[in-house]
């Protein structure tokens, strides 16, 4: 089993959108986050992340671009 922890920043303000209906019905977020590499010279990588239901209200809710957070 692979362990992957992620520290950086947002890039932009994460939006929910929903999907399905009824009992079925759920949110998403889509949202990058950019971490910084160990070098002093290294470009950031971006990496694309997906949250669903409370975790994505969540996102919306108590942050916006430039927060740090963990993955």
């Known amino acids: 089993m692979n362990k ?3 520290i950086g920043r947002l890039t932009d303000d994460v ?3 929903s ?6 019905a759920g949110s998403y977020a889509n949202f990058t ?3 910084d590499r160990g070098g002093k010279d290294q470009p950031a ?7 669903f239901n409370s975790t ?7 942050t916006g671009k430039g927060v740090r957070i963990a993955i």
Request: with cysteine; charged share 35%; net charge positive.
């Open 33 to 35: 986050i950019a971490v």
């Open 45 to 51: 990588d971006f990496i694309r992340c997906v949250a």
């Open 56 to 62: 994505a209200d969540f996102l919306e809710k108590y």
């Open 15 to 17: 939006k929910t959108k």
């Open 4 to 6: 992957v922890l992620l």
């Open 19 to 24: 999907y399905g209906k009824g009992k079925d």
